[in-house]
């Protein structure tokens, strides 16, 4: 159990750190910029960014799990404010495969056509998405924080 929980918080860091980064920093930079260049940026940037959210999340995944048993032996014994960050961090990682395999896929497929028109939309799809796992993951971290105090 040493290791496993600071896994997990080092995992969420990382992914939520990626999603604030493309969310906050890069999205206003990117927007200022004409749709080429913009769109190759985009593309080189998730693309990094991708790889490690899905390291983050099997992290996240396989270090949560490892909790349950280790610490509360089992789901059966797993208190409410845990199952409370399950039931948002679940569908975060959820819409994380859909924006993955979903408009991330689209965007490379309009990259590679050079069809910029479409790759903005892709793009926004993607940008929308990510926004909304970035609430969640705040909210679950939220609740993560301060359940105890409640």
Known sequence: ??????????ATIVLLG????ASVVFR???SGLDIQTASALWHQT???????????????LASGIAMVFLKFGGFSGVPMIHRA????????IALFGYVFF????????????RDWTAAQTEIRRVQVLI??????GFVA???SAVGRYI
């Not at 990626?18 to 980064?21: P, Q």
């Not at 998730?46 to 996240?60: D, E, N, P, Y």
């Not at 979903?102 to 056509?113: N, V």
């Open 131 to 136: 926004g909304i796992i970035l609430g969640l």
């Open 141 to 143: 971290s939220v609740v």
């Open 18 to 21: 990626g999603l604030f980064f």
């Open 28 to 30: 206003p930079i990117a």
């Open 85 to 92: 960050n399950m039931a948002i961090g679940i569908p975060a």
């Open 102 to 113: 979903g408009p991330w896929r689209a965007y490379r497929r309009t990259i590679a056509r």
């Open 1 to 10: 159990m040493t290791i496993v929980f600071p896994v997990h918080i080092v």
């Open 46 to 60: 998730l693309s990094r960014f991708f790889a490690w959210g899905w390291a983050s999340l099997l992290l996240i």
